[in-house]
């Protein structure tokens, strides 16, 4: 499973995300095609969206796929802390 920054009150709202994109093709691909939309409409914090790029994996067709999971400083994160959110866009840099 997936694992990003939420708050407590998005965990039900993820999970349901979660299953539908598991039940409802036609959401997966969706989902797929706009994850950031689909993860704002449930309440996912703006700061979280915009800080990195999300990628649906499919895991069928990508069985060696691996999720990291990592942890928000959020005091940093909340005063814009500039280095530190510079270094977490080159984290997640796909370039």
Do not use: C, H, W
């Not at 999971?69 to 080159?90: T, V």
């Amino acid at each position: 499973m997936a694992r990003f920054p939420y708050y407590q009150r998005n965990v039900k709202e993820l999970g349901r995300l979660i299953a539908k994109a598991a039940t409802d093709e036609l959401f997966r691909r969706e989902l797929e095609r706009d994850p950031e939309g689909a993860l704002s409409q449930i309440g996912l914090p703006k700061e979280t969206v915009a800080l990195m790029r999300f990628k649906i994996v499919d895991q069928k067709s990508n069985p060696n796929a691996v999720a990291l999971p990592f942890r928000l400083n959020d005091k940093k994160l909340e005063s814009s802390n500039e280095a530190y959110l510079k270094g977490l866009s080159a984290t997640f840099s796909l370039n």
